[in-house]
């Protein structure tokens, strides 16, 4: 129930839903493993739903769809790529909270970095839903308006969360949104070397 609470509340009024997040006693464990494998599944879910029976055309040629087989397989590395990112977006949060003054104790950081790349990551991974009709223009311009939003709730987060003055939390919040980044880049060339090795798209003839 506290994962949907907190969903709506961080579109709805994310202050004072950063300030709820913060004052809950909950651990890294609970914030990542009750939310990240459920959350992640939406996007991959749809992906495979669109690719493999609604299909996508460019310009004016046909609708243009992927093999089940390929599909699963792609949406599966897609799958694992969001666990492994948002943990080592919530990891080098709790890292770099030393240089920047958070005086939690290990634990408290721990969960407090942890939630912030959770509940920033949450609007990446809710847009997923417009996968289900994979035409280039309505994803870009979707994703596009998610991230905003998860840059916005990264910059709002940390000085709440970490609770740390505003100015040094701007600070902080650049570098995780570089490393965010930073960890988009990975993604895709992994998938442009996974493409290579032959276990790329396969297409409906």
């Avoid at 897609?78 to 709790?94: K, M, R, S, T, W």
């Avoid at 995780?176 to 493409?195: E, H, N, P, Q, R």
């Amino acid at each position: 129930m506290a994962m949907f609470q907190h969903t709506f509340g961080i579109f709805t009024n994310p202050d004072r839903e950063w300030q709820r997040i913060r004052n809950e006693d909950q651990s890294f464990f609970k914030v990542y493993w009750t939310h990240v494998p459920l959350l992640a599944l939406i996007p991959v879910v749809c992906a495979f739903f669109g690719v493999t029976q609604q299909g996508w055309s460019i310009g004016s040629g046909g609708v243009v769809k992927l093999t089940s087989d390929s599909a699963l397989i792609l949406c599966g590395f897609a799958y694992l790529a969001q666990l492994v990112a948002v943990y080592i977006l919530g990891e080098y949060i709790n890292w770099m909270s030393h240089s920047f003054g958070v005086t939690d104790e290990d634990s408290r950081r721990h969960y407090e970095g942890t939630a912030l790349a959770v509940y920033s990551a949450t609007p990446m991974m809710l847009a997923g839903f417009v996968l289900l009709f994979p035409e280039l223009w309505l994803v870009a311009g979707v994703f596009i308006l998610a991230a905003c939003y998860s840059i916005y709730l990264i910059y709002e987060g940390i000085p709440i969360l970490m609770n740390i003055p505003k100015e040094r939390g701007f600070v902080y919040a650049s570098s995780v949104i570089t490393v965010g980044l930073v960890l988009a880049v990975v993604v895709m060339v992994a998938t442009v070397i996974v493409w290579g090795s032959g276990m790329g798209p396969v297409y409906v003839s």
